[in-house]
């Protein structure tokens, strides 16, 4: 009896999951456009452009997942969410998918019942100061005020940091990073703290970005990738492959130039698979064999997304660092497509 109990359990979860999962894309489908949260503003990640467009290395991967599924980069209704109203716009269904400069963390996973599937920016946690403050490390701010988001991983980052120093400091809460820089260079806060790339794309966009230094520490590991819901299996394979796509398009040298030529002239198989010619890769995921062709098509590969964003020739100016192919002694690894 208890044998039938718990096997009709699991039916019931595993259709529940499966039900969920078949909505997202039917309802992407049937809706026409993606609707993807994003940052209420980070310049060289997700931000609207003077014409109002959103634009940034994070909205490419909406882009992306946009033309996999949909054949148009430009069917997105991007959703701008804040630390603390992101999960919530995810767990409602608000959003399809959240591709904002995103933690993954066991509690996030596990206890909110999100699923990250892939990372598309290995980063740290970093302080940025003035540079009349003469300061050189972060050991040096005791006592210091520090302007710091709600609802992040960088709040407890930060208690636990001082706490092992032995330092003291006042936190200055705020809800965005436009709210955090009005209040750094206003000088409600000697420090502003987040993951090391949020500095470098908020200082780029200062008058004076030489007057700012970032500090050398490095605190914390944040891993940062889009995320679905947990149960939304089918609909985060289609996420995660997409990413994958992207990565992989760069290791094997597919850029956004040249994949037409690619298809019809590549010998290697796996280049083939990635771009549709052989093997049914696209139906497996409920689309047809072009999808990952339209998704590198979008915007380019995982490089292209990265030089044109927030590369070394930016102005938010970062180096590859761990964020280079594992060929190139980084951290980025996609997984066979085969």
């Known amino acids: 009896m208890k044998k039938t109990v718990i096997l009709g359990a699991l039916t019931v979860t595993g259709l529940s999951a499966a039900a969920a999962s078949a909505a997202t894309l039917d309802d992407v489908k049937a809706r026409g456009k993606l609707n993807c949260g994003v940052t209420t503003g980070l310049v060289g990640f997700a931000a609207p452009d003077a014409n109002n467009e959103w634009t940034g290395f994070d909205v490419g991967v909406c882009r992306a997942v946009a033309a996999a599924v949909l054949g148009d980069p430009t069917a997105v209704e991007f959703v701008p969410t804040t630390g ?14 959240l591709a904002r400069n995103t933690t993954w963390t066991f509690s996030r996973d596990v206890d909110l019942k999100f699923e990250f599937v892939g990372i598309n920016y290995y980063d740290g946690q970093g302080f940025m100061v003035p540079k009349a403050l003469g300061v050189s490390s972060a050991k040096e701010l005791d006592g210091a005020t520090v302007c710091i988001q709600t609802g992040t991983t960088t709040e407890l ?29 206003a000088g409600a806060c000697d420090v502003y703290t987040t993951d090391a790339s949020g500095l470098a794309a908020t200082r780029a966009a200062f008058e004076n970005p030489g007057d700012h230094v970032v500090l050398p520490e490095i ?30 398009a760069e290791e094997m040298g597919i850029t956004s130039a ?8 590549t010998n290697n ?17 409920g689309l ?6 339209r998704a590198i098509a979008a915007g380019g ?21 761990l964020n280079a192919q594992w060929t190139d002694g980084g951290l980025l690894y996609a997984p066979p497509f085969r």
Do not use: C
């Not at 919530?88 to 399809?96: F, K, R, V």
């Not at 330092?167 to 260079?185: H, K, M, R």
């Not at 549709?276 to 890769?281: A, D, F, I, S, V």
């Open 157 to 185: 980052n930060l208690a636990d940091f001082f706490r092992t120093n032995n330092i003291s400091y006042e936190p200055v809460p705020i809800e965005t990073n436009a709210e955090a820089q009005q209040q750094y260079l």
């Open 84 to 97: 603390k109203t992101r999960f919530t716009a995810l767990a409602s269904g608000e959003i399809d998918m």
């Open 288 to 293: 047809d064999a072009d999808w990952a062709a």
């Open 269 to 285: 198989p796996e280049i083939a698979r990635i771009l549709g010619t052989e093997g049914n890769l696209g139906e497996m995921l």
């Open 301 to 321: 590969n995982y490089g292209e997304l990265f030089e044109k964003n927030i590369g070394e020739n930016t102005p938010i100016g970062l180096s590859r660092g």
């Open 219 to 248: 605190i914390s590991k944040e891993p940062l990738g889009p995320l679905v819901r947990h149960g939304d299996n089918d609909w985060g394979d289609i996420v995660r492959w997409t990413l994958n796509a992207l990565i992989a």
């Open 258 to 265: 040249n994949l037409e030529e690619m298809k019809s002239n």
